[in-house]
């Protein structure tokens, strides 16, 4: 199975910051790998999928990107309403694994 | 607008068994391989199943593998999860999730809202 170790698991951002995620894949994903919001209490949002792509609708302050095996979700300009936990997900191959997540919240 | 709507979660004793069903509209359903996933209290997202378009194919963890199964009727824009021999670590909120296509393949790209499932005796 392929494992998919993220980190931070918590940080504390101030508005307006500047903000990296980063999820590192065991084997090689091929850029599989899509990014996940969470607010409290609610379903899980796409926000990027084949690792650089932004799904309709998400703020251009989001991006992802590779460097070999890690893979990251910047957020640029940190707004209020980025709070919440990111999970990746690598869709390369069954069984599907989710990082463990990562809780932004604001200082 | 693409909404999948759970149901069937509550509580059940040890052992029981347990089916959830996600009602489907806003897009094709025969069209996209379709998901659950699942989150424990305070916990992360696990994967728990997927089936293919037809529901000739089929996925599952080894943590839920010969005691869940995903099914799907396609006539009724439906994806149902048969839940036997349950545990007390199966307790967790049931997502049904739409796999995308295309670029998207295999992504989560819709999910509900959730389904309830607390396994306790």
């Known amino acids: 199975d392929i494992q998919m170790t993220q980190s931070p698991s918590s940080i504390s951002v101030s508005l307006g910051d500047r903000f990296t995620i980063t999820c590192r894949a065991s084997?090689?994903?091929?850029?599989?790998l899509s990014w996940y919001q969470q607010k409290p209490e609610k379903s899980p949002k796409l926000m990027i999928y084949?690792?650089?792509n932004l799904e309709d609708g998400v703020p251009s302050r989001f991006s992802g990107s590779r460097s070999g095996s890690d893979y990251s979700l910047t957020i640029n300009s940190l707004e209020s309403e980025d709070t919440g936990i990111y999970f990746c997900?690598?869709?390369?191959?069954?069984?599907?694994?989710f990082g463990g997540g990562t809780k932004l919240e604001l200082k | 607008e693409v909404q999948l709507v759970e149901s069937g979660g509550g509580l059940v004793q040890p052992g029981r068994s347990l089916k959830l069903s996600c009602a489907a509209s806003?897009?094709?359903?025969?069209?996209?391989?379709m998901a659950w996933v699942r989150q424990a209290p305070k916990k992360g997202l696990e994967w728990v199943a997927t089936?293919?378009?037809?529901?000739?194919?089929?996925y599952y963890p080894d943590s839920v593998k010969g005691r869940f199964t995903i099914s799907r009727d396609n006539a009724k824009s439906s994806l149902y999860l048969q839940m036997n021999s349950l545990k007390s670590e199966d307790t967790a909120t049931y997502y049904c999730?739409?796999?995308?296509?295309?670029?998207?393949?295999?992504?989560?790209?819709?999910w509900g809202q959730g389904a309830s499932v607390t396994v306790s005796s």
């Open positions: 999730a739409r796999q995308g296509v295309a670029l998207r393949a295999y992504v989560m790209d819709a």
């Open positions: 806003g897009f094709t359903f025969s069209n996209y391989y």
């Open positions: 997900l690598q869709h390369k191959q069954y069984p599907l694994t």
């Open positions: 084949r690792a650089t």
């Open positions: 089936i293919s378009t037809s529901g000739s194919r089929t």
């Open positions: 084997q090689d994903i091929g850029n599989y």
